[in-house]
C-alpha cells in the first residue's frame, strides 16, 4: 500500500455501491480515513449505526424521489433493472442530480460517494459523472443476504424473503452497471478481519493507491473498524426461503467467489436476473406500486411527527411564556399591593399631623 497518490485525471470519484446494512458505511468510513472526500452533509449515526452512515442525506432524500417517480422504492424486490422514464424527465432529473453532485462535492479531487439507493440509479449517476468528467473507481461490499435480512427485519420488519430480494436486486445491479469501470469486491467479514488485505486488494483491482493512506490513517482505521461491527451473521438457511431464497443463493455463489479473488461466470447472474425479471413480470405491477406507496406513507408519517414535535415544542414554550407573565403578574401585584398600602400609612400619617394642627 502506497502512503500518497497523486491523481492521473483531473478527478475520480470512489462510489461505495450494494445492499443497505451490508458494510457500505464501515467502507465509506476506511476510504475517508484514507483519503478521499466525504460529502458537505453527512447523515449522522443513529440506534442503528452508531458509528454513522457517512450517507448525503440530501442525495439519499433525492434518490427517493427519483425512485417515486419511476413507481419504485428503496426497498423494492424489482428495482432493477433501472427504468429510465421519458427523455425530458431523465434530462430534469439529470441536471438536479448534478447540481447536487457540485453542492456535495465542490472542487474535490476524490469524492466518496455512498447511497445504496445510488447503486439502483447508477445509470443516472454515471451520466452526471459523465457530465462532470469525474472517473469513477468502485468498491462493492459482500455480506450473506440473511446477515442483512436479520438487520433488516430488526430496523424495518421485513420478512427475510423480501429482504434477501431486494438484496439480490441491489447487489445485481452493483454488478451489471460497473462492468467497465475499476471495481473492487470486498468481503465484509474479511474486511473486519483484516482490512489491510482487503485494502490491498481494492488497489490492485482499481490499479492505484488509495488517495492519502498514511500510517496515522491506519491508525485511526484500526480503531474503526472493530468486531462490534459484526451485528448480524449469516447462514446457510436461504434454500427455506424457496424461490426469493434460491436467486439469492445464485447471486450470493458468485459474488463470494469474486471476493475470494475468484473469476466466476457473469452468466450466473444474468440467469439470476432472468429469474428476477420473470417474477417481476408476474407480480412486479402488484409489489413496485405497494413499496412506493409506502415510502410515501413513510414521509408522510415522518413530517406529521416533525410537525408534531415542533407543535409540542411552541405549546411548551406558551406554557412556559404563560407561566413567566403569570408570575411577573403576581409579582407586580405584590408590589403594587404594598405601594398601595404604603400610601395608604403616609395618608393616614399625613391626616393625622393636619389634625393636630
Known amino acids: 500500500m502506497s502512503k500518497t497518490a497523486v491523481p492521473s485525471k483531473p478527478r475520480t470519484a470512489y462510489l ?13 468510513q476506511l476510504l475517508a480515513l484514507a483519503g478521499a472526500t466525504l460529502p458537505a452533509n453527512v447523515m449522522p449515526g443513529d440506534e442503528h449505526n452508531a458509528k454513522g452512515y457517512f450517507e448525503p442525506w440530501k442525495i439519499a432524500i433525492f434518490n427517493d424521489e427519483r425512485l417515486r ?41 476524490w469524492p466518496l460517494m455512498k447511497d445504496p439507493r445510488a447503486t439502483v ?79 490491498a486488494r481494492i488497489e490492485a483491482a482499481h490499479a492505484a493507491p488509495l488517495p492519502r493512506l498514511t500510517e496515522a490513517a491506519g491508525k485511526r482505521i484500526d480503531g474503526f473498524l472493530t468486531p462490534e461491527l459484526r451485528h448480524n451473521a449469516g447462514d446457510d438457511g ?18 463470494q467467489a469474486r471476493a475470494a479473488g475468484e473469476a466466476p461466470d457473469p452468466r450466473a447472474l444474468d440467469a439470476a436476473a432472468a429469474r428476477l425479471a420473470e417474477r417481476r413480470r408476474e407480480i412486479g405491477a402488484l409489489v413496485s406500486p405497494m413499496a412506493r406507496d409506502l415510502s410515501v406513507a413513510r414521509i408522510e408519517l415522518a413530517d406529521a411527527l416533525a410537525r408534531l414535535q415542533v407543535a409540542e415544542g411552541l405549546e411548551a414554550e406558551l406554557r412556559a411564556l404563560t407561566r413567566r407573565l403569570e408570575d411577573g403578574w403576581r ?4 408590589n403594587l399591593d404594598t405601594a398601595l398600602q404604603l400610601l395608604d400609612r403616609i395618608d393616614a400619617e399625613a391626616s393625622e399631623a393636619l389634625a393636630r394642627k
Not at 439529470?94 to 453532485?101: D, G, I, P, Q, Y
Not at 459482500?142 to 423480501?162: I, M, N, T, Y
Open 16 to 28: 461505495v455501491l450494494g445492499m443497505h446494512r451490508s458494510g457500505t458505511s464501515a467502507v465509506t
Open 69 to 109: 417517480a419511476g413507481g419504485s422504492a428503496w426497498d423494492d424486490p424489482f428495482a432493477f433493472p433501472y427504468a429510465p422514464l421519458r427523455a425530458d424527465e431523465e434530462d430534469a432529473w439529470a441536471e438536479r442530480a448534478t447540481a447536487l453532485f457540485d453542492e456535495e462535492f465542490p472542487r474535490t479531487p
Open 121 to 199: 440509479l447508477l445509470p443516472l449517476w454515471r451520466r452526471v459523472l459523465d457530465a462532470r468528467g469525474v472517473a469513477a473507481r468502485c468498491v462493492i461490499p459482500v455480506r450473506h443476504p440473511l446477515a442483512v435480512a436479520g438487520s433488516l427485519r430488526r430496523r424495518d420488519g421485513f420478512a427475510a424473503e423480501k429482504s434477501v430480494l431486494v438484496w439480490s436486486a441491489y447487489m445485481l445491479a452493483a454488478e451489471a452497471y460497473t462492468r467497465d469501470l475499476p471495481r473492487a469486491f470486498v468481503g465484509y467479514d474479511a474486511l473486519l478481519a483484516d482490512w489491510r488485505a482487503e485494502v
Open 238 to 255: 436461504l434454500e427455506a426461503l424457496g424461490w426469493a431464497g434460491e436467486i439469492a443463493a445464485q447471486v450470493l455463489g458468485w459474488f
Open 331 to 334: 409579582a407586580d401585584q405584590r
